[in-house]
């Protein structure tokens, strides 16, 4: 990836999940553009890692957008924030953006690529010495791994093994590893706010159907 000088992989993505609102005055609503372009966003990590087979993982994540972003083209007004989208979209009888979202963020529930990619790299800050496989062999374990059948299973075990070197993944960052552990350390508390903040909304009768 090509960075401004002095810059990081963080100056290059359309939305950091750090420019994601939680509004607490508003029941923690969280605003649905902003969200989609920031998990459209940390997909491209997974083409910083280069290994092809995190791709089933970035096409999933990709189709779970749009099925939000369908629902958000469809009606709106009544989209403007996630917990706005699900709860009008359920009014209709119909789940599909709802689902999509549920498979996108949701802990322990197959698909759920963003807590996969938000347990991995936390692991990997908290444990300098050990290498990104191992940070994501432990996180595909607590996420995916329970929810996928046995032809899967080999498919991820291969990518994790297929992750970079810890010192040349955080070099694709930024030249100024001061710089990218903290906007890393930044991105990534924002990104988990988010997903515990989901979590609990889709868990609420709200979003039942």
Known sequence: MAFPPGGTYFDTIKC??????????KDNAIP?????????????????LGS????????DMLG??????DRQLA???????????????LKTKKHTATE?????TRRLIYRSGLDFTAQSLRANLQN????????FRAAYGNT????????????FSAAMSATPYRKDFYAKLGDDQERVQKELRDWLGALETVIETLNRFMASKAAKW
């Open 128 to 135: 300098p010495s050990d290498e990104l496989s191992t940070s």
């Open 100 to 104: 999509g979202l549920l498979w996108l």
């Open 32 to 48: 649905t553009t902003q969200f989609l372009e920031a998990s459209e966003s940390l997909t491209t990590l997974f083409d910083v």
């Open 75 to 89: 009606a709106p007004l009544e989209s403007e924030t996630l917990q706005s989208l699900v709860i009008n979209e």
């Open 64 to 69: 779970n957008v749009k099925k939000i972003r």
């Open 52 to 59: 092809a087979a995190f791709k089933p993982v970035k096409n």
């Open 16 to 25: 950091s999940f750090t420019a994601v609102p939680v509004d607490s005055s």
């Open 144 to 155: 995916l791994k329970p929810h996928h059948s046995f032809v899967i299973k080999p498919i």
